[in-house]
């Protein structure tokens, strides 16, 4: 591998432009006429208003190659004008612990010596393009994210969104997206622990793939985002630049996909072996203390570091661009500046280590590059061959316009809401439960997730197909965390508000299931086009569900992702917000799954066994009858915070065998899960007789948990003091779920059911 050398001058210094005055017009765009260049910005994205705000803020033409940097930095991804007023209704911080928010991803110190961090970001457009990069690349940004912190990663998840199983597209996205995870997670080195899949028509033209990462840090090796110290100098480190993703985050990202168009050039292409070296190189910097600032060169690369990082600290930066290391020859100063090539990071040295850091990723194999310094005026200066190209101010060129639209109740709502949910009961019910386990949203992802290395680093206590994957602190033992990643776009479509709530709690749940107290969460917010007023209203209402769910459960949001413009001509996907959960155990070993044990153990319901009205926007009405209606049951924050507490102190105490909450399939779906986890049968009878809607419902608050029978007494008197219902179901034994009065149905045949459904659909 050639490595370039720092690319200083014969004297040493930078080389510096030779103005007539004191800030001229950078060069360049003396061959366009101010018509040529505004039309320039509006193919890049920018409207006319933004155009003439950056005329005014520039007080000057600016130049083509500026024009490509507002474009990118001012467009949703980067700058999130459309969103960034909605998200300031989230809390970012928590009355239990101490809170880190930082640029690429944010935490909380676990113990006083070590920190956790996390964060989720979509990969949806890429990924519908080109399946294989575009999920691959998704991992590979994720990861660097963290690692930018001075993190290892410890663990990767993530949360993808399909159309119809039976579409061969489908089955093509779904191959190479999966495929992409595994090749590239594999790869690293970096367990792929926690996850979910949905199959929805909506998704037919615009897939989402979102992933998440987290990651553990000595509180004294954690590196800012941020630039400082004028002087200090500012290297590039990693792959070399190419064409690859150029214009991803402002032209792939922020439009709607429209008919047969083909935007393959904007995805971008990975190297995982490069990723690998790319983490241990600076996990080692970070350790020398010689670093001031790391960030990575995700979506805009060299814009986004140079004046995000400059801005953050207050600072400004000289670079010059021909010393970027490059893969493919004659690219303009716009294209290296846009270019999401992956594998890349921007850091800014200790004046006289930059030597010392250079070699560092030298003995990587990787490319280490003076290409600039820190200044103190504020201004990002970038140079080609000696010439400026831009001249900005890096707090302006970060600091796009902030929209508030318009917003409106989408038009099915109140249809959907007045729906009659008074349905026929089945013929069958265990026909009907057979047919769930079945369906593609509650079958097992075990074709997905044996693809992904979940055991590699060797803390993986659970991995995936429980509630949630449990992790060992290796640093700080017998620690635990617990990951969950949840999101049930149906109630967001039929309700935006409680639909995003009730994600919420469900994520939170999933964790209590595990023994672990829920930290800190990330969202990735997928929405449509936010210029339609009934899609800004979901996205709205949905940031505002979250906000009010995490607030009352005391939760900071410490990082996450929006992603806008998830249309095709088949329309907008369902509003889909994903939460990604980390929660603590103090003590890793004191877990349980969800599987159903031994022989004997007792079976409860915990909460409410019948609510009414909870067949609503649930997968029954889908699966069964091909509806999609009804307003989702009430989230009760103070029942569902009772309930996760009791669950919790529960499994911590060693009192319970079993616990799984209630989700997709209601009670039905959820006993079955546990007789399949554990390959055991139980003979259960419910109190308040058969109905569809006390089998299938989806109402919140309630987990099914096991115990032997001499923990019943202390299992009962705290739930009692909890004031947390329970119900006896019956007893774990023999080879079939048997419910009486519904169905004995042989355990074997339930798996057949809820195992074969993706094997037979990917079957070549």
């Not at 983490?279 to 790391?294: N, Y």
């Not at 200044?375 to 900005?392: F, K, N, P, Q």
């Amino acid at each position: 591998m050639t490595i370039r050398t720092d690319g200083r001058t014969g004297n040493g210094e930078l080389p510096h432009p030779t103005p007539d005055t004191p800030h001229p017009t950078p060069m360049s765009s003396s061959q366009l006429t101010p018509e040529q260049l505004r039309q320039a910005a509006y193919d890049w994205g920018l409207t006319p208003y933004e155009y003439d705000r950056i005329l005014e803020g520039v007080g000057r033409q600016p130049t083509l190659t500026e024009i490509a940097m507002f474009s990118v930095e001012w467009c949703e991804h980067c700058g999130y004008p459309k969103s960034r007023n909605v998200l300031r209704m989230l809390p970012n911080r928590s009355t239990r612990i101490e809170v880190l928010v930082g640029a690429d991803c944010g935490g909380f110190y676990v113990t006083p010596e070590l920190a956790v961090v996390m964060k989720v970001e979509s990969h949806n457009h890429p990924s519908q393009v080109e399946p294989y990069q575009g999920a691959a690349t998704g991992v590979g940004g994720i990861i660097r994210d963290i690692f930018t912190t001075g993190a290892r990663p410890i663990a990767a998840g993530n949360s993808l969104r399909f159309g119809s199983l039976d579409d061969a597209y489908t089955r093509y996205l779904l191959a190479g997206v999966v495929k992409g995870i595994g090749d590239y997670g594999n790869s690293i080195g970096v367990p792929t622990v926690a996850g979910e899949i949905w199959f929805h028509p909506s998704y037919t033209g615009n897939c989402l793939v979102n992933a998440l990462a987290v990651g553990i840090a000595p509180t004294t090796q954690l590196v800012s985002s941020a630039a400082r110290g004028a002087g200090n100098p500012v290297l590039y480190v990693g792959s070399s630049t190419g064409r690859d993703g150029i214009g991803g985050c402002s032209v792939l990202a922020s439009h709607e996909f429209g008919e047969g168009e083909e935007k393959r050039p904007t995805v971008q292409i990975g190297d995982p072996f490069t990723e690998k070296r790319l983490i241990e190189a600076c996990l080692e910097a970070a350790r020398t203390g010689w670093i001031v600032g790391m960030k990575d060169m995700g979506a805009a690369g060299v814009t986004c570091t140079t004046s995000e990082m400059a801005a953050a600290g207050g600072v400004g930066m000289r670079v010059e661009l021909q010393r970027i290391p490059r893969r493919e020859a004659g690219m303009e100063p716009y294209e290296v500046l846009m270019s999401e090539s992956q594998e890349r990071m921007l850091l800014v040295a200790a004046r006289g280590r930059e030597a010392d850091l250079m070699a560092l990723f030298h003995r990587w194999e990787l490319n280490a590059v003076e290409i600039g310094e820190v200044t103190d005026d504020g201004m990002l200066s970038i140079l080609d061959g000696g010439v400026e190209v831009a001249h900005l101010s890096a707090e302006f060129l970060t600091t796009p316009p902030r929209y508030d639209l318009p917003v409106e109740p989408p038009a099915y709502l109140a249809e959907a809401w007045a729906a009659d949910l008074t349905y026929a009961e089945p013929e069958d019910y265990g026909e009907a439960l057979l047919r769930l386990l079945a369906a593609p949203n509650v079958c097992s992802k075990q074709w997905a997730w044996e693809q992904y290395d979940f055991t590699v680093q060797a803390n993986t206590v659970a991995g995936p197909g429980g509630d949630a994957a449990v992790l060992r602190v290796r640093e700080a033992p017998p620690l635990g965390l617990a990951l969950t990643l949840d999101g049930n776009p149906r109630l967001v479509y039929l309700d935006p508000y409680e639909g995003a709530r009730l994600c919420v709690a469900e994520a939170a749940r999933n964790l209590a299931c595990v023994g672990a107290e829920p930290r800190i969460v990330t969202d990735g917010l997928n929405f449509g086009n936010p210029d339609k007023p009934d899609r800004y209203f979901q996205f709205r209402e949905a940031v505002r569900g979250i906000a009010d769910a995490c607030r009352d459960l005391d939760l900071p949001v410490i990082s996450g992702n929006v992603s806008f413009y998830n249309e095709s001509p088949e329309g907008p996907i369902h509003p889909t917000p994903i939460i990604g959960m980390l929660g603590v155990l103090p003590d890793v070993s004191r877990t349980t799954g969800t599987a159903f044990r031994a022989a004997g153990d007792q079976v409860w319901l915990l909460g409410e066994l019948h609510v009414a009205g909870s067949l609503a926007a649930s997968e029954y009405l889908w699966v069964q009858h091909g509806r999609e209606t009804g307003r989702p049951a009430r989230l009760d924050l103070v029942r569902e915070q009772a309930l996760q507490d009791a669950v919790r102190d529960l499994v911590r105490a060693g009192v319970l065998a079993s616990a799984h909450d209630l989700a997709e399939g209601g009670l039905a779906v959820a006993l079955a899960e546990c007789c399949l986890a554990g390959g055991v049968g139980a003979n259960l009878a419910l109190p308040q007789g058969l109905t569809a809607e006390i089998l299938f419902g989806e109402a919140p608050s309630r987990v099914v948990v096991s115990l032997a029978p001499e923990q019943a007494e202390t299992a009962a008197r705290r739930l009692a003091e909890a004031s947390v219902p329970c119900t006896r179901l019956g007893e774990v034994g023999g080879d079939r779920l048997q419910v009486e009065g519904a169905w004995n149905l042989k355990v074997g045949d339930l798996e057949a059911a809820w195992q074969r459904t993706i094997p037979a659909a990917m079957r070549p």
